[in-house]
């Protein structure tokens, strides 16, 4: 459950006037020392409090923090009593799914500011440093079986879009399968992972995995990345974006995923393919062979019903459609 801190900074960033602490400690069922504690608690935060004789507090500054009371100023305190948000975690997947072992609910979210052991599909690291990045996963407890789960995937590519549109007014773009990018660089992974029952073949719960390159400055990718990774930040001026805001407006996507799963299939699949830029692209597609990748070039030609991307292969001419599998997509990552 949120903290009186918590609470406090929630009911500071939603009000436009002065609280008086009179009207603080009645709302938060708390003493006027407990209220005056927060304040400075918030205030070694760096949070920015005006104090004034006769009117009480009023925020005037605040910085780019990942905390429970930013976060729950967008959203409701019923909504925030199935998030959990840590300081560090080894990741959040892993957390989220010890969760999801001991029952709990659909929509549990749990939110970092660090990973100090960020998954990446097939089985590669994440970098998720402190102070820049949002972390988060999202556990689903989805009523079908593995013929259609990897959809989850597209759609969740589809909610984190919506969600830096509804936050930030920014458009983002979907590299097959589930890569976000700004100027053709990448700002975003996804990562789901599934659990199931062995005698019926359903899934009793789905992770997903989310992390985003939100406030990193150039000097904070290896070298390595530096032509393949960027950040909101670095796309739009190296402006500082609250993360917290970013965080409640992608957990009300989500949760808007989660209740329409699989219902409004066509819904995503048309976002999807409004937002996906391999189509129309020449790519070359890696398939293992004796365990080496070997890559097939040709071109992209669209996103099938199923999310598949069907392509025809300058080898063979043909159209095969591909369900899963590595994609680059020539005038990026370094693809000529």
Not at 46 to 71: E, F, V
Not at 153 to 182: F, H, P, R
Not at 185 to 208: D, H, Q, R, V, Y
Request: hydrophobic letters at 35%; proline letters at 3%.
């Amino acid at each position: 459950m949120p903290t009186v801190k918590d609470r406090f900074l929630s009911m500071l960033i939603n009000s436009t006037d002065y609280i008086s602490g009179e009207t603080a400690s009645k709302n938060l069922g708390v003493s006027r020392a407990a209220v005056n504690s927060a304040v400075m608690s918030l205030r070694k935060d760096g949070y920015g409090i005006d104090s004034s004789t006769n009117r009480g507090y009023m925020l005037t500054s605040r910085p780019d923090r990942l905390d429970a009371g930013s976060i729950g100023a967008f959203l409701s305190d019923d909504r925030m009593s199935d998030v959990t948000v840590l300081p560090v975690v080894d990741s959040t997947n892993t957390y989220c799914k010890d969760l999801a072992g001991k029952g709990a609910p659909q929509g549990t979210v749990v939110i970092s500011d660090c990973q100090t052991g960020g998954k990446g599909r097939r089985g590669r690291s994440f970098i998720s440093p402190s102070g820049v990045g949002l972390y988060l996963s999202y556990l689903m407890r989805p009523e079908s079986g593995i013929e259609k789960i990897s959809e989850i995937t597209c759609w969740t590519a589809v909610a984190v879009c919506e969600a830096i549109k509804d936050c930030y007014g920014l458009d983002s773009q979907i590299k097959w399968v589930n890569d976000l990018l700004m100027n053709k660089k990448k700002i975003c992974g996804i990562l789901t992972e599934a659990s199931f029952e062995a005698e019926s073949g359903t899934i009793n719960s789905l992770i997903i995995g989310i992390g985003i390159n939100v406030n990193e400055k150039r000097a904070d990718f290896p070298d390595e990345l530096e032509q393949i990774a960027t950040s909101v930040s670095i796309e739009n001026g190296e402006k500082t974006f609250m993360r917290s805001e970013l965080a409640a407006a992608l957990i009300k996507r989500l949760d808007r995923l989660a209740s329409g799963w699989p219902d409004r299939h066509e819904e995503y699949l048309g976002s999807y393919r409004r937002h996906c830029i391999t189509t129309g692209n020449r790519i070359a597609a890696f398939t293992t062979v004796a365990g080496e990748s070997e890559p097939r070039t040709g071109e992209a030609l669209s996103i099938a019903d199923d999310f598949s991307l069907e392509v025809r292969f300058d080898d063979s001419g043909s159209v095969t459609c591909l369900k899963s599998g590595e994609v680059s997509v020539r005038g990026l990552y370094g693809y000529t």
